[in-house]
């Protein structure tokens, strides 16, 4: 609903913390009949008020390294992360802004120029990242309590505190893993592993790769919400795969046992990848969509190798799990 009226007869009224009270004669539309003469006084209207919900808080969010504030023009809603040590890095729906430390600024408009960064700012980026992906599942859980309680709003919420002792971030642990070379050189053999560790439900749901749902932190995440390329999905997973179990793995992302004796894992920067038992090939997605597959005597990138040496620790939670969601 839009209310138009003309305080004080139309002179206007000077600036303070609230709008006039409406006169008696005041006109109420709906967007579908606003008539055209105030079209532009909405558009204005709007875009500040998208402005200030892009600088208010939802979740305030303190880590070990920052202070990270989600804001409240969802969807897409701004992030920005403040660094104790001085850099910031600001995520909008169109852009990245990266401001180091030493006080160099940068803007980031495709993903893929995340690859291009140093090291040390990579390390900035993954940990903003995490800290994104922890604020948009506080939003959707307590949202959704918010929704059941039906009483008073439930943000801004602040979540944890600034430590008493600060320093700049370091690289994010990976589970413990056994040798690289021997998961390489088993991929093959992965499905034995996998048969031996499970049986397959009667009854196990059909994988619709547009619509890829986990459960983790009480709530419900798709494909569209996890960076997932659909398009890609369906060429890299096997056909008529089935979800036999999904585990999340803190710093590395979720990883789903197929029936088809395949391993696919989506990690947390968006990236997938696909083992399958028994074929000496590996199917990888990079955050952008692009998927490559690699034949058996084909030399695998250092970054696929890294990911590659969590494909243990995954096989052996999947061996220590009962079949289903987790």
């Known amino acids: 609903m839009i209310t138009i009226y003309y305080p004080n007869d139309g002179r206007g009224f000077p600036l303070a913390d609230k709008p006039p009270l409406p006169t008696d004669n005041i006109s109420r539309y709906n967007f579908d009949n606003l008539p055209e003469k105030y079209?532009?006084?909405?558009?204005?209207?709007?875009?500040?008020?998208?402005?200030?919900?892009?600088?208010?808080?939802?979740?305030?969010?303190?880590?070990?390294?920052?202070?990270?504030?989600?804001?409240?023009?969802?969807?897409?809603?701004?992030?920005?992360?403040w660094f104790y040590d001085g850099a910031k890095i600001h995520k909008t729906e169109d852009l990245i802004q990266v401001i180091e430390k030493t006080g160099k600024s940068y803007i980031l408009k495709d993903e893929n120029q995340i690859h291009s960064l140093k090291e040390e700012?990579?390390?900035?980026?993954?940990?903003?990242?995490?800290?994104?992906?922890?604020?948009?599942?506080?939003?959707?859980?307590?949202?959704?309590?918010?929704?059941?309680?039906?009483?008073?709003?439930?943000?801004?919420?602040?979540?944890?505190?600034?430590?008493?002792?600060t320093s700049s971030p370091k690289a994010l642990s990976t589970p413990p893993c056994v040798d690289l070379n021997y998961a390489i050189r088993d991929a093959p053999s992965l499905?034995?592993?996998?048969?031996?560790?499970?049986?397959?439900p009667t009854q196990a749901p059909i994988l619709n790769p547009s619509i890829v749902t986990a459960e983790g932190l009480g709530?419900?995440?798709t494909a569209s919400e996890t960076n997932v390329s659909l398009n890609n999905l369906k060429d890299c997973l096997p056909t008529s795969a089935q979800l036999l179990k999904s585990v999340f793995m803190?710093?590395?992302?979720?990883?789903?046992?197929?029936?088809?004796?395949?391993?696919?894992v989506q990690f947390n920067d968006g990236s997938q990848l696909v083992v399958q038992a028994g074929v000496s090939s590996i199917s990888y997605t990079s955050p952008s969509g692009q998927t490559t597959r690699y034949g058996d005597n084909e030399k695998l990138p250092e970054y696929i190798k890294q990911k590659l040496q969590c494909l243990s620790s995954i096989l052996l939670?999947?061996?220590?799990?009962?079949?289903g969601f987790h």
């Not at 079209?39 to 990270?68: G, M, N």
Request: proline share 5%; with cysteine.
């Open 39 to 81: 079209w532009r006084k909405y558009q204005y209207a709007s875009r500040f008020v998208q402005f200030v919900r892009s600088k208010s808080p939802k979740i305030t969010y303190f880590t070990t390294y920052a202070k990270c504030i989600l804001m409240e023009n969802s969807p897409d809603a701004d992030f920005e992360v």
């Open 121 to 165: 700012i990579k390390i900035y980026m993954d940990h903003a990242n995490e800290a994104h992906r922890i604020c948009l599942a506080l939003e959707s859980v307590i949202s959704g309590e918010e929704k059941k309680s039906g009483s008073a709003p439930f943000f801004p919420i602040i979540v944890g505190r600034k430590p008493g002792n």
């Open 191 to 200: 499905g034995r592993l996998i048969m031996n560790s499970a049986t397959t």
């Open 219 to 221: 709530h419900t995440t």
């Open 250 to 264: 803190k710093n590395v992302g979720w990883a789903t046992q197929l029936t088809s004796r395949a391993v696919w």
């Open 317 to 323: 939670m999947f061996s220590n799990e009962t079949p």
